[in-house]
Nanobody, 115 residues
Framework: QVLLVESGGGLVQPGGSLRLSCAASGSIFSISDMGWYRQAPGKQRELVAG???????NYADSVKGRFTISRDNAKNTVYLQMNNLKPEDTAVYYC?????????WGQGTQVTVSS
């Protein structure tokens, strides 16, 4: 079993920045693909950014150029640096770990972008 714990959410003004962190328990982090998803009220959960175990990244079109995903295998942690935040980025952000055919999710962290 893998436990994922997100942190770093909060309230920020438009144009501001936040850095989300997701710490994973266990020993499979470095050989797993990681992702950040988000779910806004009334909408489906969507992929924001992903990073494979070899470091390849991919982003949703809506966040390209503003968000950066990274990982630190020594700390079993994945990050999401979010810059130039917009009101439409408001959502609960979830961390995801994919290993073989198993998926694990964190509890989510709220990000609210509002003036």
């Amino acid at each position: 079993q893998v436990l994922l714990v997100e942190s770093g959410g909060g309230l920020v003004q438009p144009g501001g920045s936040l850095r989300l962190s997701c710490a994973a328990s266990g020993s499979i982090f470095s050989i797993s693909d990681m992702g950040w998803y988000r779910q806004a009220p009334g909408k489906q959960r969507e992929l924001v950014a992903g990073i494979s175990r070899d470091g390849s990244t991919n982003y949703a079109d809506s966040v390209k150029g503003r968000f950066t995903i990274s990982r630190d295998n020594a700390k079993n942690t994945v990050y999401l640096q979010m810059n130039n935040l917009k009101p439409e980025d408001t959502a609960v952000y979830y961390c995801n770990l994919a290993f073989l055919q198993q998926l694990f999710w964190g509890q989510g962290t709220q990000v609210t972008v509002s003036s």
